[in-house]
């Protein structure tokens, strides 16, 4: 059973546009939410987190927001540049788990120039 | 270069081949991680090991094996893969921060 799910495989936008990445997870127990970009044939890079006792974090063009009681998450890129045309990971960790980090399956992200 | 260094990059061998996958880090972290990606499908976590000692493995079958002598060494032995066993395997490290920094991976390819 996936405790933390992507449910878009996929995502097109135009550059100059905003992204917006969805990922919803299940276990109530989950405290801290990070977002990994992937290129290929590179391992994923950290790109952005969020604690659960804050609904947004922003770091320039990437914001991302939580719905604790939607238990969902969302990150935000505007404007959008071809350059983050990547695989985007949503993870989340508990605290008791020793910050073990649990993945969702990724979405394609391109951005049409 | 993240400062986990995965060798090799690519890796093609045989079903009755003995293989090594290796991992490096000079980081100072004291987790390390073995996942999998295969194509469409989530991040697999395999083993993790915290100061050197083993504290997971995730219903792995025993044809793959970790090593990790020391906690900047990690090693993943294979023996008797399935073709169904090709896919992305990526080391990654954990200091005290909660996010972990991930090698390039060895691509895998059994045949």
């Known amino acids: 059973d996936q405790q933390v799910k992507q449910n878009s495989p996929s995502l097109s936008v135009q550059e100059g546009r905003i992204s917006i990445l969805n990922c919803d997870y299940t276990?109530?127990?989950?405290?801290?939410f990070l977002w990994y970009k992937k290129y290929p044939a590179e391992g994923p890079t950290f790109l952005i987190s969020?604690?659960?006792?804050?609904d947004k974090n922003e770091d320039g063009r990437f914001t991302v927001f939580l719905n604790k009681s939607a238990k969902h998450l969302s990150l935000h890129i505007v404007p959008s540049q071809p350059g983050d045309s990547a695989v985007y990971f949503c993870?989340?960790?508990?605290?008791?788990?020793?910050?073990?980090?649990?993945f969702g399956s990724g979405t394609q992200l391109t951005v049409l120039p | 270069e993240t400062g986990v260094t995965q060798t090799p990059r690519h890796l093609v061998m045989g079903m009755t081949n003995k293989k090594s996958l290796k991992c490096e880090q000079h980081?100072?972290?004291?987790?390390m991680y073995w996942y999998k990606q295969s194509a469409k499908k989530p991040l697999e976590l395999m083993f993790v090991?915290?100061?050197?000692?083993?504290?997971e493995n995730n219903s792995v079958p025993s044809r793959f094996s970790p090593e990790c002598p020391n906690s900047s060494h990690l090693f993943l032995h294979l023996h008797t893969l399935q073709p169904e066993d090709s896919a992305l395997y990526l080391c990654?490290?954990?200091?005290?921060?909660?996010?972990?920094?991930f090698g390039s991976g060895t691509r895998l390819t059994v045949v």
């Open positions: 276990n109530s127990m989950f405290d801290y």
């Open positions: 980081l100072g972290h004291n987790a």
């Open positions: 993870a989340a960790s508990a605290s008791g788990s020793a910050r073990q980090l649990t």
């Open positions: 090991y915290n100061f050197k000692e083993q504290t």
């Open positions: 969020i604690s659960s006792i804050k």
């Open positions: 990654a490290s954990r200091g005290q921060a909660y996010g972990y920094t």
